[in-house]
């Protein structure tokens, strides 16, 4: 195994376990209730959301890639494979799955994330695209890939 590789697998977990530290800790604090705008074409589902300036958010992990377009704002995103990046409107990003993001927002920030799918039961999107923990996301894997397969995402 390369340098980077072993740096990268040595780190991801370490990082994985801070961010999901601060989620647990941001959820005994006061919570914004942040509602979701949906949208449905044929194909795609779309999610935005407006974040105030001054939140400090996690976002949910994503079991699908997925693309998000940063419309409005300034926000900055921690992630467990792409470090700490400041990101700045117009921005479109594709995230990987089992992405996970702890983020601070500069400035009110409108994000959207899509989705390539027919679904439209907000239920079932939510069973469908999000893992309720990594080890979900990785027994998720186990069944789909068997147990020795690599996860290309």
Sequence with gaps: MNQLAEKVESEVPALRHSIQALEDTMREMP????????????GLYAREITIPAGTV????IHKEE???ILSKGLITVVTEDGGEQLLRAPCTII???????IAYVHEETVWTT?????????EK??????APSFEALEHDKTE??????????
């Excluded at 509602?35 to 074409?41: G, I, L, Q, R, S």
């Excluded at 995230?95 to 993001?101: E, V």
């Excluded at 899509?114 to 907000?122: G, I």
Aim: aromatic share 6%; hydrophobic share 35%; proline share 6%.
């Design 31 to 42: 919570q914004l209730d942040i509602k979701p705008v949906h949208y449905f074409a044929k």
């Design 57 to 60: 958010l996690s976002g949910k």
């Design 66 to 68: 997925q693309i998000n």
């Design 95 to 101: 995230s990987k799955p089992g992405t996970k993001r």
């Design 114 to 122: 899509l989705h390539a799918t027919d679904e439209t039961d907000l």
């Design 125 to 130: 999107l939510e069973q469908d695209l999000i």
């Design 144 to 153: 789909i890939l068997g147990e020795n397969q690599p996860w290309l995402g």
